[in-house]
């Protein structure tokens, strides 16, 4: 049941106050009794609306806990396809959809970041399908390329002629498959079978293990940044975590070796849920 608003109950309070005053010295008036009476009926009536209107709402679970942006998450990306090297000092991990403005527009933050920074970042890529009827289809085709090496051929033409032309079909997407110069009958196998549903799913739970509910999501070495952000704030993250990796290349850790050292082994498992044992 909702209680009262702390303003209701001040109106309540005043004009019990004025009800219980005396009228010259004699009882209380009672056509003020009966107005007052009146009034208070009225903001009963109102609240009770209220209480109708904000019940559904205040039913609803509170929201998930965010992840902290000084935390490492330890987010998997064995299998994802990426751009830049192994041997890169920073990851950054974009959780996507292919029906998600927002992730068409910092397409080209990301694209400057890779030419400010060059072979010292790569970006990996993690399904997080939102909306399943519009971005299901788009998310096995490109998976399906990947499993040809040809992520990188067809999500440029999915966001160009697909997102931008509103056409995100099934029929569009093996049309897309085809100017990428994908091998149809491999692209066709990997749609009827069940690795490209799975590899989706499998990044959709790892994502929300970490607390990720929307998109664009990202992690940089394991680090959260969410939305399109301008880019310096992405600087600002890939500077620190530079600074952080040189030193452990320097200390004798392996380029190709520092993910998985800095953010898979020492980074967060999954975000700390409210009331959940240590």
Known sequence: MLRRPLVAVAVLAAIATVACQKN?????DPSKVDALDAKLTALDERLARLEGFLGPYLDQPPPPPEPDPQAVYAVPIEGAPSRGPATALVTIVQGYEFACGFCEKVRSTLAQLQSDYGDKIRIVYKHFVVHPDIALAPALAVCAAAEQGKFAALEPLIWEKGFK????????????AEEAKLDMARYQASLEGDTCTRRIAEDQADLQ?????????????GRHLSGAQPIANFKRIIDEELAKAEQAIEAGT??????RVAVLDKG???????????
């Open 24 to 28: 010259g010295g004699g009882g209380a």
């Open 165 to 176: 032309e509103r056409d995100l079909s099934v029929e569009h997407m093996a049309r897309l």
């Open 209 to 221: 293990r970490f607390g990720v509910n929307g998109t664009p999501a990202f992690y940089i070495n």
């Open 254 to 259: 392996a380029p190709a070796d520092y993910y």
């Open 268 to 278: 967060l498992k999954e975000l700390a849920r409210p009331g959940a044992k240590p």
